[in-house]
């Protein structure tokens, strides 16, 4: 009996094709732009959302307030790291530096060559920690461990930069390169990939004490400027709240930084779950989206299924007049309400489930037009599955 209705549902459709024609394509649309918009939405919402302490990973941030305003910055001052972990053993303190428009240099295997024409300049992506940056973060290590970035001179690179460096990941192992003409470094470690979702976009990540030891990138012992680039990250035992910390760390910048200042400075702990969200912060990815944006796009996406259903709805209403002359026939051919009824579901299933057809096809062919490809393709993969 059901094949029936469709059967004949479908023959309805082809006998008013222009009916058909504007109800599935007008559907589609609607259908297409908003999972487009909730594969965005959701995109942006899971940031960092793969690191196990999620919750329990801050940042200390510094807020400056002036005669004319507050002023707020990602970034501490070089000394508030070893500060931070004589003043609070019970958190896990990681440093880290970021390094823009370096270049890189490829050695080799011999540390003292300078024959080497491959030459890089990385934008973004040169970073460096400290081994308790990877004890608050956790990432997937291909070859070594966290305790190499406690040595001067180590290096570690992900999978793709040492594909990109030396062909082969497993054979970057050992090799040198060199830092902005500057520090000559060993590749000691290889990281896997990080997930393109994260404002985290290791690529390099050198030991710090190199960093400390170096005088190229202008590391100071001073407490009165502040730097972006230095970001200190926290992760919070269980019994530990935000709360207390936030308290205990209104006195930190008195007590370190003794020295007048223009401003009234005081630090406090931004959760890592509003470092893609929050705008009064940079971050170390490529951009920052508020949660108010990420609401009117979800409510855009909203009221376009909502004005597709509209039109679907309006389509169907104005046909049914026109088969006024059908449904008597039909009646007096024997047809009851149900009858009715699941002839005219069958003609909506059909149209329904070729305009969703229709709306991921779309959907599809519109994805390269967004940005961070990869990833949401996998979105896109999860969601239509």
Known sequence: MFRNYLKTAFRNLLRNKGYAAINISGLAVGIAACVLLFIVVHYELSYDKFQPNYSGIYRVVTQDKYSDGIQYTEGTPYPALDAMRTDFPQLTTGVLYSSYGSQVTILGKDATSNSSEKKFIESTGVFFADPQFFSVFQYKWLAGSSSLLAEPNNTVLTKKMAEKYFGNWKSAIGQFIKLDNALTLKVAGILEDVPAHSDFPLGIVTSYITFKNSKAYGYTTDWGSTSSNEQLYVL????????????????????????????????????????????????????????????????????????????????????????????????????????LFWQMMGETVIIVFTALILAVAIADVCLPLIKHIDSINESFSIFIA
Do not use: Y
Request: proline residues 2%.
């Open 236 to 339: 919070l035992p269980k019994n530990v709240t935000a709360d207390n910390i936030n308290k205990q760390l209104f006195s930190f910048e008195k007590k370190h930084h003794t020295s007048s200042g223009r401003s009234e400075r005081i630090n406090f702990l931004q959760p890592l779950s509003e470092i893609h969200f929050d705008n009064r912060f940079g971050s170390l990815g490529d951009h920052i989206t508020t949660k108010s944006t990420l609401w009117t796009l979800s409510l855009i996406g909203l009221f376009i299924i909502i004005m597709a259903c509209i039109n679907f709805i309006n389509l169907a209403t104005a046909q049914a007049v026109n088969r006024s002359k059908e449904i008597g026939i039909r009646k007096v051919l024997g047809s009851n309400r149900w009858n």
